[in-house]
């Protein structure tokens, strides 16, 4: 799990709510209806644990016109700064996945989720099947071992000096933010409770697997996630499931962004 501090967004990247989203949902580029391309599809992202929307801001010129991106806000950060947060995987999926549902009226829906939110993902686009009827097009996860192979953890219950040392671990946080006590102590409780979330989180099989294709992706240097468990995927839906790696620690997307991207669009192409 990974943390991104909210930080201002861009005069050229001012988030607007995604049509129908609510408070869930937040989109970086033109709207689907009033760019000069019509999308042809939808990429959901959700962010790590700690993590806000900001965090693919720059992914839709990177994608191209072709798909309109929208990002979830989880409560507890950004302009949602002052709700609950959730501790509860059921709960947190449920709320993604009905902000979501709406968008497949559209065209196709694909998910991508990073570490935590690989979970959040792959758990919503369970839901989207059983509660709301919908089949995504495809499930990229990334920086998460499968389901089935995930531990309970104890890190939420720790001091928030041990939580800021475990980010600073993983690398890519902000060390200015965890070493500014007063700011640390506004990001830390939605940090907390994201590692609530993930450390509670028990994989059940009821519904049995998806039946999309998966794509699974990781850093090489991420001690996280074992390359020999992320084909362990394959096991959470009927569908083709493939891995790719890339340099790097469980950030990994960041300095390979445009590579992860590039895939990510052609991979989409070929399920739509």
């Given amino acids: 799990m990974h943390s991104s501090f909210p930080h201002p967004t861009p005069p050229d990247g001012t988030p607007t709510p995604a049509s129908g989203a609510g408070r869930w949902l937040r989109r970086y580029g033109p709207s689907p209806t009033t760019g000069e391309v019509e999308a042809e599809a939808t990429l959901a992202c959700l962010p790590h644990a700690g993590g806000a929307p900001t965090f693919f801001r720059d992914w839709p010129p990177l994608l191209g016109p072709s798909l309109d991106v929208v990002a979830v806000c989880y409560p507890g950060r950004q302009d949602r700064f002052d709700e609950p947060c959730i501790t509860d ?85 902000d060390v200015q933010v965890l070493a500014d006590e007063e700011l640390r102590a506004l990001v830390m409780p939605a940090v907390r409770a994201d590692y609530q979330l993930i450390e509670t989180y028990r994989h059940s099989s009821a519904g049995g697997p998806l039946d999309i294709p998966i794509t699974a992706y990781y850093g090489q240097d991420d001690a996280r996630t074992a390359p020999a468990a992320m084909p362990g995927w394959r096991h959470h839906t009927h569908a083709p499931t493939e891995t790719r790696s890339f340099p790097g620690g469980h950030f990994y997307l960041q300095h390979h962004r445009r590579e992860l991207i590039t895939d990510i669009r052609d991979r989409l192409s070929t399920s739509l």
Avoid: C, N, W
Wanted: glycine share 10%.
């Fill in 89 to 173: 995987m059921t709960v947190m999926a449920g709320e993604v996945a009905a902000a979501l549902a709406p968008l497949a009226a559209r065209g196709p829906l694909a998910l991508f989720g990073h570490s935590m939110g690989a979970a959040v993902a792959y758990e919503a686009a369970r839901l989207l099947r059983s509660r709301h009827g919908v089949r995504p097009a495809h499930l990229f996860v990334s920086g998460l071992v499968p389901p089935h192979r995930m531990l309970p953890g104890t890190r939420h219950l720790k001091s928030d000096a041990a939580l800021a040392a475990d980010l600073l671990e993983q690398g890519g946080t």
